[in-house]
């Protein structure tokens, strides 16, 4: 059931501002192994992977925001630095599957990319834990 609740929050915060996307980043974050299970976590991201050509019917910019997203949870640790190469396998060149993890990469292999991807949807890091707690139960609230 893990796997459902983040498939369909990084869909629903693709299709949102910087903002929500900050907070979905951040509820993963939080909810990682205490709510939702490393196995759960990496089966729902790999879901959003797979499903990656529907998604870019709906959002243009899914490949770009989607490699944000695992961006995001690889420095976070709430996903493995591997999974791109897992999940990309055998994937044909010129795909959105391939453009995905080609994209990953380069996220990962930039020049501060720890800070970068923690500032990916704006100045959301570096905040008071009271601030993060009430953005939280926002999130929590709305979705």
């Given amino acids: 059931m893990g796997h459902y609740f983040v498939k369909r929050l990084v869909t629903l915060a693709l299709d949102r501002k910087d903002k929500e996307r900050e907070m979905a980043s951040s ?3 939080n909810f990682y192994a205490e709510v939702i299970s490393a196995d759960q976590m990496q089966k729902g991201f790999a879901r959003l992977v797979e499903s990656i050509d529907d ?10 925001l989607l490699s944000l997203f695992i961006a995001r949870g690889v420095v976070d640790d709430v996903l493995p630095p591997a999974c791109t ?3 990309a396998a055998g994937a ?5 599957l ?3 993890k080609h994209k990953v990469d380069l996220h990962l292999a930039a020049r501060h990319s720890a800070e970068r991807m923690l500032r990916c949807w704006g100045s959301g890091a570096g905040q008071s834990y009271a601030e993060t707690k009430e953005r939280i139960a ?5 979705y």
């Fill in 92 to 96: 044909p060149e010129g795909s959105n």
């Fill in 55 to 64: 998604l870019v019917l709906d959002v243009p910019d899914a490949v770009e």
């Fill in 85 to 87: 190469s897992r999940w």
């Fill in 98 to 100: 391939a453009a995905l």
């Fill in 138 to 142: 926002k999130v929590c609230y709305c």
């Fill in 27 to 29: 509820l993963l974050s």
